[in-house]
């Protein structure tokens, strides 16, 4: 079975300022990890995932992830913030093979400041 | 993109009634669904995964027969939450994936809010 660990509850950051959202899995087997943006009363968005090749991967509104297989960590970045991207973010995570459901984590909720 | 759809976005019933949710794939095949609920402030919960035309599959201490989902095609499926009461307010979330075409990622709709009076 797989698991998510996302560290932090809530994540306070001024405007402009670069963010980090910590996310670490854990897994047996291979997997997928995907992070999504919720905004408040919405359904979950697509910001970025990793399946294989470069372990850099870019996404949607400036936010990229890497993944770090020896810590098993997909951890979130952007490098300046707008107060856009107040919202709930979800680190998840599944197995590479077969059609077996995301696995999320308790998710981190980013405030920015102006 | 994909889209997925979901209607109502939100119902407001009376407790002991049935409620429908529709939750539609817009512009691919969704050959897996997938049924989350999600408490305020709380990450998704999953209750049940159903592929098109065949029973849905669900998670542990999730009731069956109150929860119904029927994936009858390629683009559609329903969860009715049956003889409703306040406990079963919450969002619930459908999410879907096109498994044959090999595409990795879940889609999810808008969600729904269901309040039970």
């Known amino acids: 079975a797989q698991s998510v660990t996302q560290l932090d509850s809530q994540v306070p950051v001024f405007e402009e300022a670069p963010v980090e959202l910590r996310c670490n899995y854990s897994s047996s087997v291979s997997v997928y990890l995907f992070w999504y943006v919720q905004y408040p009363n919405q359904g979950l968005q697509l910001l970025l995932k990793y399946l294989s090749g470069s372990t850099l991967v870019k996404g949607i509104n400036g936010f990229e992830a890497e993944f770090n297989k020896s810590q098993t960590s997909f951890h979130l970045r952007k490098p300046s913030v707008h107060i856009s991207d107040t919202a709930e973010y979800f680190c998840a995570v599944r197995r590479n093979s077969g059609n077996t459901p995301l696995v999320f984590g308790k998710g981190t909720r980013l405030s920015v400041i102006a | 993109g994909a889209v997925v759809s979901q209607h109502p976005s939100r119902v407001i019933c009376k407790s002991g009634t049935s409620v429908k949710i529709e939750c539609r794939s817009l512009d691919f095949q969704a050959t897996t669904m997938f049924w989350y609920r999600q408490f305020p402030k709380q990450s998704l919960m999953l209750m049940a995964t159903?592929?098109?035309?065949?029973?849905?599959?669900?998670e542990q201490g999730v009731e069956k027969d109150k929860f119904l989902i029927n994936h009858a095609s390629l683009t559609l499926s329903t969860l009715t939450v049956t003889s409703a009461h306040p406990e079963d307010s919450s969002f619930y979330i459908c999410?879907?994936?096109?498994?044959?075409?090999?595409?990795?990622?879940?889609?999810f709709g808008p969600g729904t809010r269901l309040l039970v009076l």
């Open positions: 999410s879907a994936r096109d498994f044959r075409a090999g595409d990795e990622t879940q889609y």
């Open positions: 159903s592929n098109e035309g065949s029973k849905a599959t669900y």
